[in-house]
């Protein structure tokens, strides 16, 4: 006994296909390999055992569950149970299905409600399927190549380093058709797995030590590439909208530079200290990070160059977007790593790393605008919302969902008389 598609699932019981009947399934109603299941359930895989067929399902939110139904040789359902999907080959037996969905359907349905990393461990762990697992991730490389055609044609070469906080590979390939037109190259550093392309790097971090992921692309980059020293290397994270207008042809427009500068950043890390006492809700964390270093519980046992951990002397601010001049990034990475290893939360290491970086080497930061939104005022995004800031000499937005951004890029190719726009 065994399941078999053939217009659907079905179970073959002595060379007959034979509809699954449940509450939930009949003839006229199939499962399917492409049918989601109320609760988002996709049909996962399944084998047979003890003269019984045992079909199961996984919750597409995540991958975190297994359902399993019990299926007899009459092809009727008897009973289901759910448990969790680290049992399904992680911490105990693979069940070696004979019959699996593809990689695709999986992929297709669960990126609404699971980010590529997820999906991609899922295709690889749970279906056993490596090959699909890599085809999955690696259909989302970049679609330039290594180099931007601009960099031929600026006396300033700006490169960008586009950080994921959360891997959302499916959106490289738009970022790198926008980006063509603004920069001399494109790199995107995700967490734990990426494409496999020169211009894509993946290291282990989480949204909370999202600076790790800078570190290691300044690495990357100072190991495997020619550092442009006279150029400069913009991180910014995945839904950090620039301006349309903006190149780095059009640098003066958007920058406050000054000659002798080795970053830029939205606000004066120099001039801006850190209110601890504030009541910031990531103030315990730093503070703990920096004076708490040998306690079990919150400590990580780092012995840093204390100098870098005075309370007093420490920057804060978002760190979504900033500038480094190529000939510092060495030094850059060099102050980052150590407020890195002190595990302090990157609002505060990123700024005050900018502030390090001045001081130590004799120069300044440039800064630019942008704007920042927060809790309901997020909702007030929509394509006029764009076109509006548009017209301002503000370099960024934050944070704008790459899904709204490919629409305004859509509408605004559309000829004049190409009717009426998509509804808002």
């Not at 988002?40 to 399993?68: C, H, M, P, Q, T």
């Not at 079990?296 to 160059?305: A, K, L, Q, T």
Request: with cysteine; net charge negative; glycine share 6%.
């Amino acid at each position: 006994m065994k399941l078999v598609e053939s217009n659907g699932l079905y179970a073959e019981i002595d060379g007959v296909e034979t509809p699954i009947l449940s509450p939930w399934s009949d003839a006229s109603n199939p499962l399917s390999c492409t049918r989601e299941m109320r609760g988002d359930w996709l049909y996962l895989g399944s084998y047979s055992k003890d003269d019984e067929l045992l079909i199961d399902f996984v919750s597409i939110n995540g991958f975190k569950k297994i359902a399993r139904w019990r299926v007899n040789r009459s092809g009727e359902y008897i009973d289901q149970s759910e448990f969790s999907s680290a049992r399904n080959g992680i911490f105990e037996k693979h069940p070696s299905y004979t019959h699996t969905n593809s990689p695709h359907n999986l992929a297709q349905y669960a990126q609404r409600s699971s980010n590529d990393l997820q999906i991609y461990f899922g295709i690889k762990y749970l279906l056993r399927d490596s090959a699909g697992a890599a085809e999955f991730i690696n259909s989302y490389r970049p679609t330039h190549d290594e180099t931007f055609r601009r960099a031929t044609s600026s006396n300033i070469n700006m490169h960008a380093v586009v950080i994921f906080n959360h891997n959302y590979a499916r959106n490289i390939p738009h970022l790198d058709q926008i980006y063509s037109d603004k920069f001399a190259s494109a790199t995107y550093v995700l967490p734990n797995v990426a494409p496999i392309s020169p211009r894509c790097f993946a290291f282990p971090a989480g949204s909370y030590s999202y600076h790790t992921l800078i570190y290691y692309a300044i690495e990357k980059i100072l190991q495997h590439n020619i550092v442009d020293e006279d150029g400069w290397y913009l991180f910014t994270q995945d839904d950090v909208y620039l301006n349309k207008n903006f190149t780095q042809n059009a640098v003066g427009r958007f920058f406050h530079q000054t000659s002798n500068r080795s970053s830029l950043y939205y606000k004066d890390a120099l001039a801006d200290s850190w209110d601890y006492n504030s009541d910031w809700v990531w103030n315990e964390r730093v503070l703990t990070s920096l004076y708490r270093q040998k306690e079990f519980v919150s400590g990580n046992g780092y012995e840093g160059f204390e100098p870098f951990f005075q309370k007093e002397f420490l920057s804060s601010g978002v760190g979504d977007i900033f500038a480094v001049c190529g000939a510092y990034l060495r030094e850059f990475a060099d102050v980052l790593g150590s407020y890195i290893g002190q595990n302090v939360f990157p609002e505060v290491s990123i700024p005050s790393s900018l502030k390090t970086l001045a001081t130590i080497t004799g120069t300044e930061s440039g800064q630019f605008r942008g704007e920042y939104l927060w809790g309901e005022d997020r909702a007030k995004i929509d394509l006029e919302y764009l076109r509006v800031f548009d017209t301002t000499d503000r370099l960024f937005l934050h944070p704008v969902k790459i899904s709204l951004i490919k629409r305004y890029r859509n509408v605004d190719a559309e000829p004049a008389n190409a009717g009426s726009h998509p509804p808002e």
